[in-house]
Antibody
Framework: EVQLVESGGGLVQPGRSLRLSCAAS????????MHWVRQIPEKGLEWVSG????????GYADSVKGRFTISRDNAKNSLYLQMNSLRPEDTALYYC????????????????WGQGSLVTVSS | DIQMTQSPSTLSASVGDRVTITCRAS??????LAWYQQKPGKAPNLLIY???ILESGVPSRFSGSGSGTEFTLTISSLQPDDFATYYC?????????FGQGTKLEIK
């Protein structure tokens, strides 16, 4: 059974940093791209960032480019999101999601999602 | 970045109705489009990928069509479990985007 468990969220002041982690199990982690998606409570979904199977390719939403860094450790079956210079508008539930296409290095729909880690940016 | 526009934002319908949700891309995305269903307090659930391929385990009353810039999600006969919010998402480039969502409500 595929499981994705996010951790690392919490309350942080504007301008500070936070690192989210996602522990994956139930599938061969380095066979799939991985992504982060966020959702402001009661609002829509926003794709944040994605990373290819071996970590060589990454993508970012314009809203986080230059501030957030996605990475993965295939030996530890883990995905990370380093968030720097946090802003109040970064407050959201952050989901870790798995790419669905074994044959693709990066592009694919998102077929499994974690339950999310809440990040609140406030003074 | 590619913008995705869904319509309508809200849709009121009854059990047994046939409903269609539309998603338009700001530029061609070929068939690199997915549809998700989300219920309150839950993570999104993948329904359709590559515009028209039904994800395993998803009921056959759901279907997707389209290519290029125009896409539709159709539910052939609404069931009580289908009242939720639906999102389209493009994945044609290294920067993905979601539509703003369509909330399907009970009439």
């Amino acid at each position: 059974e595929v499981q994705l468990v996010e951790s690392g969220g919490g309350l942080v002041q504007p301008g500070r940093s936070l690192r989210l982690s996602c522990a994956a199990s139930g599938f061969i982690f380095d066979d799939y791209a991985m992504h982060w998606v966020r959702q402001i409570p009661e609002k829509g979904l926003e794709w944040v960032s994605g990373i290819s199977k071996n970590g060589g390719r990454t993508g970012y939403a314009d809203s986080v480019k230059g501030r957030f860094t996605i990475s993965r450790d295939n030996a530890k079956n883990s995905l990370y999101l380093q968030m720097n210079s946090l802003r109040p508008e970064d407050t959201a539930l952050y989901y870790c999601a798995k790419g669905d296409d074994f044959w693709s290095d990066y592009l694919g729909a998102l077929d499994y999602w974690g339950q999310g880690s809440l990040v609140t940016v406030s003074s | 970045d590619i913008q995705m526009t869904q319509s309508p934002s809200t849709l009121s319908a009854s059990v047994g109705d046939r409903v269609t949700i539309t998603c338009r891309a700001s530029q061609s995305i070929s068939s690199w489009l997915a549809w998700y269903q989300q219920k309150p307090g839950k993570a999104p659930n993948l329904l359709i990928y590559k515009a028209s391929i039904l994800e395993s385990g998803v009921p056959s009353r759901f279907s997707g069509s389209g290519s290029g810039t125009e896409f539709t999600l159709t539910i052939s006969s609404l069931q009580p479990d289908d009242f939720a919010t639906y999102y389209c998402q493009q994945y044609s480039s290294y920067s993905y985007t979601f539509g703003q969502g369509t909330k399907l409500e009970i009439k």
